[in-house]
T-cell receptor, first 115, second 114 residues
Framework: AQSVTQLGSHVSVSEGALVLLRCNYSSSVPPYLFWYVQYPNQGLQLLLK??????LVKGINGFEAEFKKSETSFHLTKPSAHMSDAAEYFCAVVAGGTSYGKLTFGQGTILTVHP | EPEVTQTPSHQVTQMGQEVILRCVPI?????FYWYRQILGQKVEFLVSFYNNEISEKSEIFDDQFSVERPDGSNFTLKIRSTKLEDSAMYFCASSGGGGGVKLFFGSGTQLSVL
């Protein structure tokens, strides 16, 4: 079974500051990991994903995440926050090689960006 | 970019009534999913559907729930006799399949059971 824990239900940063959203996972098999973003009144949009290969993955809107197996983490970062980054972010995991669409989500982190 | 469309965006129903939530997946996708999010809780997988049958379902997806792809374009979730605890945001998603799958989600239907 898989599980995801997102540390911090709310994160607040200033515009231009580093964004760091934390995600730790548990999986009995090699995981596939995802970050989704949800803007108000919209669906979940894939930011980036890790399946195999390079552990540092780059996504849309300047976000990136690094898969660290030893730490069972997949933290999301962005060097410089923009006002438009304000949204809710979800980390998700699926067992690699099986049930690709059966994602297990974290509880979400609401990112607020202050001017 | 192509979109998954869900209707209605909000639905209010009385306990015990049947509801049908509708979704139009992306046209060339083969895999279809329903997820839900109860207020304040995590997004939860309900069911996946492929080749006109359920491929996997969660323990939440009991006999009160059913899914259908009636006409090759729509994908529906039916709740036969709604309960108060069915109140949630329901998300439809679709994907083209394959490893490292990318799911495209709709904007959701907020179901309120009174």
């Amino acid at each position: 079974a898989q599980s995801v824990t997102q540390l911090g239900s709310h994160v607040s940063v200033s515009e231009g500051a580093l964004v760091l959203l934390r995600c730790n996972y548990s999986s009995s098999v090699p995981p596939y990991l995802f970050w989704y973003v949800q803007y108000p009144n919209q669906g979940l949009q894939l930011l980036l994903k890790y399946t195999t290969g390079a552990t540092l993955v780059k996504g849309i809107n300047g976000f990136e995440a690094e898969f660290k197996k030893s730490e069972t983490s997949f933290h999301l970062t962005k060097p410089s926050a923009h006002m438009s980054d304000a949204a809710e972010y979800f980390c998700a995991v699926v067992a690699g090689g099986t049930s690709y669409g059966k994602l297990t989500f974290g509880q979400g982190t609401i990112l607020t960006v202050h001017p | 970019e192509p979109e998954v469309t869900q209707t209605p965006s909000h639905q209010v129903t009385q306990m015990g009534q049947e509801v049908i939530l509708r979704c139009v997946p992306i046209s060339n996708h083969l895999y279809f999913y329903w997820y839900r999010q109860i207020l304040g809780q995590k997004v939860e997988f309900l069911v996946s559907f492929y080749n006109n049958e359920i491929s996997e379902k969660s323990e939440i997806f009991d006999d009160q729930f059913s899914v259908e792809r009636p006409d090759g374009s729509n994908f529906t979730l039916k709740i036969r006799s709604t309960k108060l605890e069915d109140s949630a945001m329901y998300f439809c998603a679709s994907s083209g399949g394959g490893g490292g799958v990318k799911l495209f989600f709709g904007s959701g239907t907020q179901l309120s059971v009174l």
